[in-house]
Structure formats: C-alpha cells, structure tokens
C-alpha cells in the first residue's frame, strides 16, 4: 500500500518515551549464555539494553510515555477520542493493551485497539491513526508503539537473546497548520513469516508449543537490507522528495549493520541518521519513537524538518512514513 496526505494536514505535536530502569549489558549477557561483547558487538553494534523487571508488563511501560506524549501536547487524557497500541507483547490477548491504557489513563471517548504488525507496528499505526484523522473520524489520537520482548525471548537462545530489548513510546496525531504527514508505504510477505516468528503463541497447534521467539537471522538480515531500501526509496518517489530532501533518517533500530546498509545504499550522510540501537537492542514497536526522541533531544526535528521513519520486522512487515516536523498545533 502507497499514498500521499489528502490535503488535510495531521502532524505529530507531542512525543513521550520510556524504558525500564534495568541494563542488561552485553558482559552480563555472556554469564548466561555462550557469547561475548565482542562478537554482539562486531555483528549488531548493540552494547546494552533495558530489560522490564518480573512484574512489569507493556502497560507498565507505555503508560509514561503515553502521560508525557500528552503533557508535551498539552492535552488531558480526555481529550484523546482514539488509542492504537502496536506491540507484539500486550498485556495479555484481551483486554488490549490499549483499552487498559485507555482506561487507566482516564481517556474515556477513546476507541482503542492494538495493533500487530512485529517491528513495524509503530509505522502501520502512525498511518493508521493519520487516516483517521485526515478523514475527520478521530479529532485526536495517541499511538503507542511499545514491546517487552523480554517476556517472550528464549534466554538459553544465545541467536535472539542478544539481540532485542524492552522500550515504548507515544505520540500524538493531530490537525496541524504546517507541515504534517506526506505518505506512507506499507508491505508484508506473509511467505517469509516463518523467518522470525512466535510459534505457538495463538489458535494453532504445534508439537512443541513452548512459545518463544525463533528467528533465521541471515534471511531476515536479507529481507531487512532489501526492504529498508525498497520502501524508503518508492516513498520518497511517491511524494515527490528526494533523499537530498531529507533532514532526518529514523530506521528501525534493529542492528547497526542493517543501519549503516541502509544508509550507504540510500546515500544518507551521518549526521542525518538516528543510531540508538547500542544502547537499547531492537525495541520492536518502542524502536522508532524512542529514536525520534533521541533526535529531538539532539536538536534534529526543528520545524520544517523532511523526517523519514522506515521500519521493518515480523510478519514479515515493512513500513516508511514521510513526516514534514511542525510544532504548530491547529485547535478550535
Ligand atoms: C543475527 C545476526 C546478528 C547473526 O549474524 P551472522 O553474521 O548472520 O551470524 P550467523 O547466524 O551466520 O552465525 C555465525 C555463528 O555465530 C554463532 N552465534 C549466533 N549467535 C551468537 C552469539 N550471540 N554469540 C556468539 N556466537 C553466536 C552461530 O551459532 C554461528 O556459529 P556456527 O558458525 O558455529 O554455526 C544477523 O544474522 C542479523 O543481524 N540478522 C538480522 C536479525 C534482526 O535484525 N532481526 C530482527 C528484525 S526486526
């Protein structure tokens, strides 16, 4: 799926992240399993990451980062009339996540729902909730984009163990007077799911029903490289931009090979790219935001900034938003 705003301008006024107090670094993660900083370092460039204590759930950790997304836009809870979650970890199946959020936040007109779309469930949520508002059925949403994949990891898996992290973020969707939303690609191959995927985690049955993540590190790394190119590339053509247009490069934080692939390959400069990924491992849904939040701090979303978020993961999924940033929020 491709396509451009419809004219309606919808922006991002307010953003919020959050992550569990607890680092794991990669030398406490060679006392559990056969690995070592070098090797975690060499192949993905991750050096720690936050792991949630035994009884933190999502909610636990999206809920402060929804509380500042909204303070930062200076709304009440009330104010929000749609609440979309993506995660692959809720709290559990139902309720959502995100009507446990709703509820707890004290959001009662909001419709809420979760969303799964493995890694890239941030950028398909973004888009989502774009849609609506564009469309004039939400007057203001909060997207929450958060993951405990600790909670569904084999931790005698050396191969996944090392390679993710817990983390969420929010943000709100609203009218904006400039800038906003320029389009988003959306894709999935179902075909390739069986590259990293939750066996037995729902209605089918499979002989071993222990449900952990499992993963074919190098065909994902294929599918990864392929798709972070494909998609930013079709967008950018699609809105009419170009990568010299672009001010800021969010990718998915899943591995600083694939990053720096990526980067090369689209001919990004350095200094246009948000790296995070050593400090907090892939975050799944929590990966974009909180990497948006790093490039706010570092003084990289001014207004009028060309923002280019590509994401990709399980599913397998990939997404790419276009986002001109604005701080100038259009309300009645
Ligand atoms: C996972 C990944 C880092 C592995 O790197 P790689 O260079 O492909 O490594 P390989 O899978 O070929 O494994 C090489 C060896 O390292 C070993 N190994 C795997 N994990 C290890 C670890 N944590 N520590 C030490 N050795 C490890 C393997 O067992 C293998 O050993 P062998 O050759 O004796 O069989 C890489 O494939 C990757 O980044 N894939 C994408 C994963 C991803 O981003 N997933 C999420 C997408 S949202």
Same mark, same amino acid.
């Given at each position: ?6 004219g309606?301008?919808?922006?991002i ?10 680092v794991?670094t990669?030398?406490e ?12 370092m060499s192949?993905?460039g991750?050096r720690?990451?936050?792991i949630?204590a ?5 909610t ?7 509380i ?5 836009a200076s ?9 979309v979650?993506a995660t692959?970890?809720p ?5 959502t996540s995100?009507?446990?959020?709703a509820?707890?936040l004290g959001?009662p ?15 398909y949520a973004?888009a989502?909730? =774009? *849609?609506m508002?564009a469309?004039?059925l939400?007057q203001?949403?909060? !997207?929450?984009g958060? /993951? &405990? ?7 005698t ?6 390679l993710?992290?817990d ?8 009218h904006?007077d400039?800038?906003g939303?320029l ?9 390739g799911g069986?590259h990293?995927?939750l ?5 089918r ?7 952990f ?14 798709v972070?190119? =494909? *998609? ?5 053509d699609?809105?009419?931009?170009? !990568?010299?247009?672009? /001010? &800021?490069?969010?990718p998915?934080?899943?591995?600083v090979?694939?990053i720096?692939?990526a ?5 990004f400069?350095e ?9 907090y491992?892939n ?11 790093d ?16 994401g990709?993961?399980?599913g ?15 309300r009645?």
């Amino acid at each position: 799926m491709i396509g451009v705003a419809n004219g309606r301008r919808v922006g991002i006024t307010g953003l919020g992240v959050h992550v569990p107090e607890r680092v794991l670094t990669n030398e406490e993660l060679s006392t559990l399993v056969d690995t070592s900083d070098e090797w975690i370092m060499s192949r993905t460039g991750i050096r720690e990451r936050r792991i949630a204590a035994e009884d933190e759930a999502l909610t636990d950790i999206a809920r402060p980062a929804a509380i500042a997304a909204l303070e930062r836009a200076s709304l009440e809870p009330k104010d929000i009339d749609l609440l979309v979650c993506a995660t692959v970890t809720p709290d559990m199946m139902f309720p959502t996540s995100s009507a446990i959020l709703a509820d707890e936040l004290g959001a009662p007109d909001a419709a809420a729902y979760d969303l799964l779309a493995g890694c890239t469930g941030f950028v398909y949520a973004i888009a989502q909730a =774009y *849609s609506m508002v564009a469309a004039g059925l939400s007057q203001r949403a909060l !997207v929450v984009g958060g /993951d &405990v994949l600790s909670k569904i990891l084999d931790w005698t898996d050396r191969s996944t163990l090392v390679l993710f992290g817990d983390g969420a973020g929010a943000v709100v969707l609203e009218h904006v007077d400039d800038g906003g939303f320029l389009g988003f690609e959306l894709g999935a191959d179902g075909g390739g799911g069986r590259h990293l995927w939750l066996p037995g985690s729902g209605s089918r049955r499979f002989d071993d029903q222990e449900s952990f993540v499992k993963m074919n590190g190098r065909e994902v790394f294929k599918f990864a490289t392929r798709v972070m190119i =494909y *998609s930013a590339e079709k967008l950018l053509d699609e809105c009419g931009r170009t !990568v010299e247009d672009v /001010d &800021v490069y969010v990718p998915h934080q899943a591995n600083v090979r694939i990053i720096d692939y990526a980067t090369k390959k689209l001919g990004f400069p350095e200094e246009k790219v948000v790296v995070n990924v050593d400090r907090y491992g892939n975050t799944s849904s929590g990966s974009i935001p909180l990497a948006l939040a790093d490039a706010e701090k570092d003084g990289m979303l001014k207004p009028g900034a060309l923002v280019l978020m590509t994401g990709m993961g399980a599913g397998l999924t990939w997404g790419s938003a276009l986002i001109e940033w604005t701080d100038e929020v259009r309300r009645q």
